[in-house]
């Protein structure tokens, strides 16, 4: 490619190139490789050759958060209290936020100001990275390859892009774990934050809470605060050891009162427990700026009140209404995740009529046949089942195109997923525990939405489908993008 008018489009297909093939994986897995403390000397060598020191992130003002549920909307809410203050009081001048994974478009995961860098600003940031690791000479007996892997090349690349905008606050969320994560690069954050603990990526972090914690608890840095909600009593007490070890101040925070009159959606404790993470991140960072906070038993200021109401985490507990559709959207992907998102579905949709039909899908994830009844024993209806018809299908976007560009996913067995293996493992779990269900399988997500709409065209006037997508967000982000026609959320 020419160094010249190399378009988004270009680098999105580099990035793709940047993916770990599938069997690569499945061999690294079987040979119990997992990330270690290398992966984060190889971080410091990358973006030492780009042209930055460690200390050049200390200018970002990371506030740095892990966890396995409510990590995402922690993120947001920080985002959206700085944002106020920046309307206010013009601090901080310029706020970054860094989250994973992208919903519509990869430019999402990296906004400023809390919109996502435009495309042109994208393909000019990743090449110029792109361009620098390049020129360093790689032997032929390299342990390290020239570029890191795509996440990991998103996260260095998010460092350049608001090193170079001026940025002078940036929210960052751990992609898995957090010890040997790439954004753990971080040596000084102005604050860490750990949302609630509970089973995910077993196979890199562990099979058991204590271990998954371990890994959190990596975040933690000496020097700086640390926050965390409450905990099952074994993730508390390694969150405690690592933070003694780390000579670390780890406070444990209670649901803020000062948010009872705070309309946070949903009004639900384990949304409230986020918020109140954000609210001591948040109050952390601003003060590192020299902006002046009423005191704790004080209310919160109307930049924190408005911030926490304003915020709007896509694809999170989205309702949309559509003709005769209404749409319920939630990424989930834990046990626990599906059960909330299950109760949310069931409380929103009390007392409405109509035929009741989930899209569901959690690819390469072998656990995740289990979650299913979660979902199932959640949504009964006074001991019947919730769902009149259940559909499981790919991440395949649409029907004649297949993926976006941005969805491209090298990490699944492609043979799995052009044979729905995956998909028919569901349906014959859903049948096993509901006979009575019309169970579908669908080679795409278009395909998955339009039987949804195909439901509503034959409803009285007082009835409308109820529809829940959820399950993975790569699932919940092309059903947005398709519903809304979007390129970018």
């Avoid at 304003?310 to 834990?334: L, M, P, S």
Wanted: contains cysteine; charged residues 25%.
């Amino acid at each position: 490619m020419a160094a010249l008018g190399r378009s988004y489009n270009d680098a999105l297909d580099a990035l793709n190139s940047l993916q770990t093939p599938f069997d690569l994986i499945e061999a690294r897995r079987k040979a119990g490789i997992l990330p270690d403390a290398v992966s984060i000397k190889e971080m410091r060598t990358y973006l030492d050759r780009i042209g930055y020191k460690l200390a050049d992130l200390d200018r970002l003002n990371i506030v740095h958060v892990a966890g396995t549920k409510g990590k995402g909307s922690t993120c947001a809410f920080v985002d959206a209290i700085l944002a106020q203050y920046q309307h206010t009081l013009s601090l901080p001048r310029k706020t970054g936020l860094f989250t994973s994974p992208h919903l519509i478009a990869v430019r999402e995961r990296i906004r400023i100001n809390s919109t996502p860098i435009s495309e042109e600003l994208f393909a000019k940031y990743f090449f110029e990275v792109w361009d620098r690791l390049g020129a360093f000479p790689t032997p032929e007996n390299a342990l390290m390859a020239p570029r890191p892997t795509y996440a990991r090349y998103l996260t260095l690349m998010s460092w350049h892009v608001f090193l170079q905008e001026g940025v002078d606050v940036a929210v960052f969320e751990t992609g898995i774990g957090g010890e040997y994560d790439a954004t753990n690069v971080v040596e000084r954050p102005v604050a860490s934050g750990i949302s609630t603990l509970g089973i995910d990526h077993v196979l890199v972090l562990g099979h058991t809470i204590d271990k998954i914690a371990w890994h959190k608890a990596g975040i933690m840095k000496t020097g700086s605060p640390a926050f965390t909600v409450q905990q099952v009593p074994e993730a508390a007490a390694v969150l405690e050891n690592r933070a003694a070890e780390k000579n670390v101040s780890l406070q444990v925070l209670e649901i803020d009162p000062r948010l009872a009159s705070v309309k946070i959606r949903p009004d639900a404790a384990f949304q409230k427990r986020n918020a109140s993470l954000a609210v001591a991140l948040a109050e952390t960072a601003l003060q590192k700026l020299g902006v002046s906070l009423p005191g704790r038993t004080e209310p919160l200021s109307k930049e924190f009140v408005q911030g926490l109401e304003k915020v709007i985490w896509r694809g999170r507990y989205e309702v949309k209404q559509e003709d005769k559709v209404k749409w319920h959207v939630d990424g989930a992907h834990t046990s626990d995740s599906l059960k909330m998102t299950a109760k949310w579905f069931s409380k929103e949709t009390s007392g409405r009529s109509g035929p009741r039909i989930m899209i569901f899908n959690q690819q390469g994830r072998s656990e995740a046949v289990d979650f299913l009844e979660s979902i199932y024993h959640a949504t009964e209806l006074e001991g019947k089942p919730g769902f009149s018809h259940v559909i499981f299908c790919t991440n395949v976007t649409y029907a004649a195109s297949g993926y976006k560009r941005d969805f491209v996913n090298h990490q699944f067995d492609p043979a799995e997923i052009d044979k729905m293996t995956v998909q028919y493992r569901f349906a014959e779990k859903w049948s096993l525990m509901d006979p009575n269900a019309t169970v579908k399988v669908m080679p795409t997500i278009e395909h998955s939405i339009d039987y949804a709409r195909e439901l509503g065209a034959g409803l009285q006037s007082d009835e409308s489908v109820q529809a829940l997508i959820t399950g993975s967000l790569h699932l919940v982000g092309g059903a947005l993008g398709i519903l809304e026609k979007a390129d970018a959320l």
